[in-house]
């Protein structure tokens, strides 16, 4: 049985129809998608340590639970916060920069 792919065409109309023209949308959009990316490098970091989930979790004083939020961005706290934590026990640390928005990113998105 061949596995249906999302189209991108499909993406960019559910974008175009119901986030673009809202303001609001838009943003909650590009910090779903910043979260998105962190969590994606997080996991990354993590797995090149070689480290469990329990296993940063102890590090940090947390609990596995809340590593796992993390890298599925469905973290509710304080996320900077626990971050840099979690940067710190990797030994790196976090870099905050302000870009301009780029519309275009939408496109980049769905490729």
């Given at each position: 049985?061949?596995?249906?792919?999302?189209?991108?065409?499909?993406?960019?109309?559910?974008?175009?129809?119901?986030i673009?023209?809202?303001?609001?949308?838009?943003?909650?959009?590009?910090?779903?998608?910043?979260?998105s990316?962190?969590?994606?490098?997080?996991?990354?970091?993590?797995?090149?340590?070689?480290l469990?989930?329990?296993?940063?979790?102890?590090?940090?004083?947390?609990?596995?639970?809340?590593?796992?939020?993390?890298?599925?961005?469905?973290?509710?706290?304080?996320?900077?916060s626990?971050?840099?934590?979690?940067?710190t026990?990797?030994?790196r640390?976090?870099?905050v920069r302000?870009?301009?928005?780029d519309?275009?990113?939408?496109a980049?998105?769905?490729?």
């Open positions: 049985m061949e596995e249906k792919k999302i189209s991108t065409d499909a993406f960019e109309l559910i974008y175009s129809r119901y673009k023209d809202d303001p609001a949308r838009v943003a909650s959009f590009h910090e779903e998608l910043t979260k990316a962190i969590a994606r490098d997080i996991y990354d970091l993590r797995c090149q340590a070689g469990t989930h329990e296993q940063l979790a102890d590090l940090i004083g947390v609990s596995a639970s809340i590593i796992e939020d993390i890298e599925e961005a469905d973290y509710e706290g304080d996320f900077l626990m971050a840099s934590k979690i940067a026990v990797l030994h640390r976090v870099e302000f870009v301009p928005v519309t275009s990113e939408v980049s998105v769905t490729t």
